[in-house]
């Protein structure tokens, strides 16, 4: 059976701009990639598409999925939406219960979601510990205990924010995406109306490659970085 | 070549209570394992010596040398002493030089040191600070400019200090030292005089190994505690 | 059109003792001050009240919010309830709809709310969180998407707690109030029961004064201590 | 009238493993002691009771129900159950409400309860928090102001986590429970499908112990550790 | 033999402002009370002496002693100075030396000291790092091994420095100096070139004060705030 | 007379990619500004000229003179070099007083300097210390007494690290440098031998930049990253 890994944002961008690589990366190695994406981003994340002449809530929710949706394709992933609703994000008991499911059904090697504080955006924290939450709970054999499942909480990887230092976010490891690059970029064209965060996001990359070259010794020319949430268990330590 | 591992203490004790079992795990796999001790400890970590009838200073730290000596023995490791003196620790720029050149000779894959804290030894840091000059200085190119060596900067790893929480400890990883707990142990008994901390750091390599085995879901009998102190670069999250 | 500068708080008191000095001085200076008073503190902070005879909730309230909008007339600023209860503050989706609209149309160069952190009293922080998120979703194009309006999200400060190390408050700002110190004063007289704060706050106000003449080396008298939330966008760095 | 403490957990082990030796101690100097255990930690700690044929919650809470109150009764505590359901944790506005008269009616010298973090559990943090703002509403005037009682607000003390230093856990008080011990074992022993960790808290209270003797220059054998949430007022520093 | 405590300082003003209280207070509970002054705070906090017409270091110096002893004597403590200079405090080994000494031949039950960072002052964590080390080398037994002596590290309280939060300084203990208030402001009019740091200072213990009021609920009028280095061993929660 | 800044720096790299936007934008508003250069950066940070056939310390040293001279000269501003030697940095009371006469001759508005914390060059924050330490001292009065100046600590600013999150470096201020943006780049090329951080250094600008724009509202194209290390002495909060 396959390796799997799983992705929770808030948005449908987030995915893109902060994980893009490792789920570019990851599907190339024969992982099963899934997002689950908690809302369209269609309050908060689609001021171009509010500027559209007669944007409804329906049609900007509709523009943004068929977008996700070409993004994930790219990136050789699995969506899912959850339509909780953003600004602020609206998560359910109903939600949460689904989440469980998923990380039963996954058993996922890894866990990608956002940093624990974001003081720009409160969605982000809010997906972040409605993942860890259903994480955690996936373990509970109390909860649907008739089920049969295997499953062991997985690591888990928080990608980096818009403005790093503001969310106490520090790298605790650089991935080198070099290989899939092309995947990544490729996909921030599914969002033309953010075009303005192409270049930034290019930036990020070269500049966490940079970085990941200095830490290792080993030249990366474009890079992701992530803060690792729990101690890894090693037979080695390098 | 085979690879290398360098692990800098203060004091002899140091580097078998806290980093033994990753001493003798990649000594077993064929790492080239090398200790600097920088002082014999003997003024403030030999008590007991200090109790035997006729003790001078050159008599205790001859004992502490060859306790020292034996355990590094026993977990299949060099050891280099510097002489520093203990309580303060009194570093010189002869010795840093000569860590120095340690660090390009063994070109290490990874550093063991104290913690960064430490409010019961000022030891402790003074002897991390240490190691981590050393691992910078060596970079230098200017520094011992005509000398032919291949060098980077390895990872660094900080080991369990005796009250984890008061300096600011907080494990990334947990090495699975099962495998070597019985050689850890002898060389445990290769320092008679602190036959009391022998059960107190069975203890803790009896509840890291249950942690270690609760972050992975795999089971891990033996563990030793580390910081991590750079970023990982990596080619895949797990 | 003028400036204007809104205050978000939990209780009366809070926007007397903590923020008095800022509310009079941009008063004073033009700006439309405004302040969101989310409870009147009736069940947690009118103990005098509550030993009256005869006192209801209702008596209480009233009292209270006569004292409240006392002070902020003397301090030159509207005043705003939103009667949502305290101990513990009961805000609704409906507030915050409702804080939402006055950041729009007030737009304002500043916001103040309390620390994000207090120990000794959970509706401060909650308020702060609340501020927050008003402040953010005003942004939202797709939130109330008909209406005509200018926003950007304004500065952010947090004045200080009562205790202000247990609320991990560090001052980023010393504000001098000298010049409406005595109306700040006549604010504190319009809460009569709490009298015995008077003297407290007026020693805050002195020290933090003369530590904010000890950190530009200007005499300063009266001074209000502030942290502010995000970096500042600069065009000459004093 | 007698002294009095509270402890207010999210599961019934939690009072066992964490707390016992407290509770054992303080029960032996006359202090009456009560928990407030607000769940049977029926669905995320009762792996065991699951595994057994013909498992339902209802039989799995009872199971968990005996075994709590064999527990307390060893130690020399009262105990009173919410039945909150747990994973997630379902606290009430209604157990809130209760949670407070219990604080008005022991009007405990002090209160313990869980870490204000627990990545791993996010139900520790909610019973600390749920036990913060009890503690501090019970002081509100105004919050059912007919009642008749005299309540000032507690020392509060948390105890410790099973990965503390993952929690931000940081021993600010190391408690001498020797003495009751062989009372907190006994109380282990009321827990037998855990019986893993019975050794595992053995070995925390022996290091806990030797760190205690440590850090007061007095032999100490069996500790627990405790962060302090206020400062303290004292008369004398020593 | 009656109890003691030790005092370490920078200058002298620091034990008069900071620990003026505590030192008072003990000494009228029949400790001997021992202040250890590092410098006088002849180049750096003298800027009256300076002003004088024919000012000398040695001029200045005098004066500074001479108000010093006055202030020790008007608290009940014994003063030794070390004569280091300052800006920077230039202490030495023999310096060490002698505090070492000091801790063996007081076997002080606590030991007070300046905070660990202040960015407005390098000499004060200077002083607090000496006081450390001196504590921990004290306990080395072959430091000096022919010596006679009981000693065990003594508790460690940082006093308050003088803008808190700049220097991390949270307080841990809140120590009620009510009844030995009159003495120490006595020991305020020992230095009347900083006549306006009175007023300051008595501000400071009237807010802390009522600070330790409101964490005990019991009324205190003048406090002195500390923060406690080390875990305490306690044989009883409160 | 015209205001100043000093911008103190371990290396000459520095002062070019972390704060050249600064020193020619305040060059350029009329500001003296001057760069007091510790070390050449001989050892530690001049590769490429090691690599040149012949190379010497001393002409090692000459062509970073060079270098520095030149950049310094395109910005506008003077420079200054201590000569101090690098890796480690050779630091000396001498050049701590001369350091102090700058701080007094110049009587800056602002310093810059390095972040407190780098793990990955011990140069950097031993500079920032050194910057720290002049700037107090050069308040004392009893320092070279009978000196004639007028001296007030300035505001100061720490300015970006090549990896800021693992410096602990979470920008406060966001300095628009877009109208000197083309005199910052063509001090880069003043150093020719480290073209790869050309590039690297101007994704920062624009990305900062951007950051800028966010936090304002207002759009930023370039910008450097600073943190304020004392709290600022305000009239008016925008």
Redesign the interface.
């Known amino acids: 059976m396959s390796k799997s890994?799983l992705v929770i944002t808030a948005h449908p961008g987030d995915f893109v701009w902060r994980a893009g690589g490792?789920i570019a990366?990851?599907a190339k190695?024969g992982y099963r990639m899934k997002i689950l994406c908690m809302s369209y981003g269609?309050?908060?994340e689609?001021?171009f598409a509010?500027?559209e002449k007669g944007?409804t809530?329906e049609s900007?929710k509709a523009g943004r999925k068929a977008e996700a949706e070409a993004a994930a394709a790219v990136l050789g992933a699995e969506i899912e939406f959850m339509d909780a609703g953003?600004?602020?994000l609206g998560n359910t008991p109903e939600m949460?219960d689904r989440a469980i499911d998923i990380f039963r059904e996954l058993n996922p090697?890894?866990v990608l979601s956002h940093a624990l504080k974001d003081?720009?955006?409160?969605d982000h924290p809010e997906a972040a510990?409605f993942a860890?939450?259903a994480r955690?709970?996936a373990?509970?054999?109390?909860?649907k205990?008739q089920a049969d499942y295997t499953y062991?909480?997985p690591?888990m990887?928080l990608f980096e924010p818009?403005?790093?230092?503001?969310c106490d976010?520090?790298?605790?490891?650089?991935?080198?995406i070099s290989e899939v690059w092309e995947t990544k970029f490729k996909a921030f064209q599914c969002l033309p109306a953010q075009k303005h965060l192409w270049?930034?996001y290019e930036?990020?990359a070269?500049?966490r490659g940079?970085?990941?070259?200095?830490?290792?010794?080993?030249p990366?020319v474009h890079?992701e970085?992530?803060m690792?949430?729990?101690?890894?268990?090693?037979?080695?330590?390098?």
Chains 1, 2, 3, 4, 5, 6 share one sequence.
Do not use: C, T
């Open positions: 890994g490792a990366l990851h190695r269609e309050r908060g689609s001021q509010w500027k944007a809530l900007v953003d600004y602020p949460l090697s890894f003081p720009y955006n409160f510990h860890q939450q955690v709970i373990q509970a054999m109390g909860h205990p062991s909480a690591a990887f818009h403005q790093p230092e503001q976010f520090k790298p605790d490891v650089l991935l080198n270049a930034y930036r990020v070269l500049n940079m970085q990941g070259g200095r830490n290792s010794g080993k990366m890079g970085a992530y690792r949430l729990f101690p890894q268990a090693l037979e080695e330590l390098v």
